[in-house]
């Protein structure tokens, strides 16, 4: 049985600017003015984990040790460093309590009357709020610089172009990569002019030997619709061209229910963003064709002639 210590920092920058390590050094000189002493694996730390999931592995080999029975007392500097939810943080505590562990705080020392419980539930309230007001200035201010034209809305350039490695959401940094442009250029020719399906052109890159983007040898349907519906290869860069939703069913009965992950779901074209402009590989007209004939074999799908 020993005493352990948790630290977090939700982001890499913060990381960087070691203040997990200004948390580690509280904590030591808190322990140590005690009389106790740390062991070296009683530190459990989460390097750029955000407080708002559970799903951290330095907090998961926590609970664990807890469960074991191996520590009897966590150290936090901050009760927002264990959770920024405040149903998270209770569930944590109540879960830690129930093996035997005790909690404490080094900034908000509690207790166990109601008055310290109600100022833990206003604290976690207030760090939820918090939580949610950042994350909405950051949507709003990532809104702004889009509709400035001087933030491209993907990090991954799609196939054919290259980043500037040294501004990577600039722009103006989008070059062509002349080898994969000229397989873009080749599929929507084929696919308009020849008639070809997305089936027989994976089959044509096959056998050309055609890595698809990912580095495999198969090209999949799905990449290739991908490329044929992006309106970036027009030139014109969207943003907005997918929304998120929670999922309605789970996967399988015996898939885990853990934390699901947002379906993306289309959004009309005429509620698309437009936020740049970069080199094209086809022309406008093309792409409405393709897009057109995509569009004409989904129905033939959906709805066979009788």
């Keep these: ?41 009683a530190i459990f730390r989460d390097d750029g984990y955000s407080g708002a999931t559970l799903n951290r592995p330095g907090l998961d080999r926590l609970r664990d040790a807890v469960r074991a029975g191996e520590v009897s007392r966590v150290l936090v500097t901050d009760p927002d460093r264990l959770a920024r939810n405040y149903v998270q943080l209770m569930v944590l505590l109540k879960e830690l309590e129930r093996h035997g562990c005790q909690v404490a705080f080094l900034d908000r020392p509690m207790g166990r009357d109601p008055q310290d419980q109600l100022l833990l539930q206003i604290r976690g309230a207030v760090a939820e709020y918090e939580r949610t007001l950042i994350a909405e200035r950051m949507r709003l201010g990532r809104q702004m610089k ?3 034209g001087c933030l491209l809305p993907w990090t991954r350039a799609p196939y054919g172009y290259r980043l500037d490695p040294d501004r990577p959401r600039d722009p103006a940094g989008v070059t062509i990569e002349p080898a994969e442009a000229a397989v873009v250029r080749e599929l929507f020719a084929r696919f308009i002019e020849d008639h ?10 096959r056998a050309l030997g055609i890595a698809s983007p990912t580095g495999r040898p ?12 992006n309106p970036s290869y027009t030139g014109q860069v969207f943003a907005g061209r997918w929304c998120r939703r929670p999922p309605r069913i789970r996967r399988s009965a015996t898939h885990p229910i853990g934390h699901p992950t947002d379906t993306a779901t289309p959004v009309p074209a005429e509620q698309w963003l437009p936020v740049a402009t970069i080199p094209a590989l086809v ?15 989904q129905a033939l799908v959906v709805h066979p002639a009788s």
């Design 1 to 41: 049985m020993m005493t352990a210590i948790y630290v977090r920092v939700s982001t890499s920058r913060q990381a960087q600017a070691q203040t997990i390590e200004q948390q580690l050094d509280r904590l030591r000189a808190h322990v140590q003015a005690h009389g106790e002493t740390l062991a070296s694996d």
């Design 146 to 148: 889009l509709r400035a």
């Design 196 to 205: 070809a399906s997305l089936f027989s052109l994976a089959q044509y890159l």
């Design 218 to 229: 198969l090209w999949s349907p799905t990449t290739l619709r991908g490329i044929l519906t």
């Design 283 to 297: 022309s406008a007209e093309q792409f409405e064709q393709a897009r057109t004939k995509l569009a004409q074999n």
